[in-house]
């Protein structure tokens, strides 16, 4: 298709949240500053070192595009799809990252405030740096991978989220969860007894007990399921099949639901 052809389609196409113009000046000069670009649809575009800086783009599909380099800083990225695309060297300094779809994503040597993740979606990127990886963040990741099904990826996640803050008890009982799910009972109880020792320290005696009941019935419990099946352990505490995790299972669920920051 002809650019200029290409052009007038994405103009005639754009939301009425978006203004026209911003879109034309973006595409010309790829300099569009405190644009108005929400909910636009600018997949595999081709914005390498284009600013848009303070930019509003809540919403905008930009999955797979080409943003090396770009000035995203103070941008508005609530809930915009960058799923796959190259962000390398990309300044994200400041921007707003909530509900954001960084999965597949290239952020090598992409400028991030530390803890920029923590409310995104950033399973299976690459390049991100640890100070990014914040605590929050990594628990959250091992949420949406767990919702997901992905008990491997999430027990990773968890484990990471655990190294990151080892006195946190909740990813300690997300992560048993998990490797309950993946028929590893030995470590699932062993994570939920430390659980249990955590809430302790804290005061919390009710959980304690009720965490440390679960090690031990989860030890207990054939493993006679699969993975795939997702009829483990783990769904059984959320459940509250076993009959000491019926009180475990409020305990179990808020672990597997995102952090606050």
Excluded at 57 to 62: H, I
Excluded at 83 to 88: D, E, K, N
Excluded at 105 to 114: E, F, H, I, T, W
Aim: charged fraction near 20%; glycine fraction near 10%; aromatic fraction near 4%.
């Amino acid at each position: 298709m002809p650019a200029r052809v290409l052009l007038f389609t994405l103009v005639l196409t754009t939301p009425l949240m978006a203004k026209a113009g911003d879109l034309v000046e973006l595409l010309q000069t790829r300099k569009c500053p405190d644009c108005q670009l929400t909910d636009v649809d600018l997949v595999h575009s081709d914005l390498r070192d284009a600013d848009l800086r303070g930019a509003q783009l809540q919403r905008a599909n930009l999955g797979h595009a080409r943003l090396d380099g770009a000035d995203l800083k103070k941008s508005n990225l609530q809930f915009t799809n960058l799923r796959g695309a190259s962000l390398r060297g990309a300044d994200l300094r400041g921007s707003t990252l909530y509900g954001t779809d960084l999965r597949q994503a290239d952020l090598s040597g992409a400028r991030l405030d530390d803890g920029a993740l923590e409310q995104a979606y950033w399973q299976g990127a690459h390049g991100i740096k640890d100070s990014v990886r914040s605590h929050a963040a990594l628990h959250n990741a091992g949420v949406t991978a767990a919702e997901n099904g992905e008990w491997e990826q999430a027990e990773a996640l968890f484990g990471a989220a655990i190294a990151a803050n080892p006195e946190e008890p909740l990813s300690w009982v997300a992560r048993g969860v998990c490797r309950g799910e993946l028929g590893n009972t030995k470590d699932a109880s062993h994570d939920l007894a430390h659980a249990g020792t955590l809430f302790g320290n804290r005061g919390d005696k009710e959980k304690a007990q009720q965490l440390l009941e679960a090690s031990r019935k989860a030890t207990a419990a054939p493993a006679n399921y699969t993975a795939a099946a997702g009829n483990g352990i783990g769904s059984r505490l959320l459940s509250g099949a076993i009959s000491t995790a019926q009180a475990l299972a409020p305990i179990a669920i808020r672990a597997l639901s995102p952090m606050l920051p």
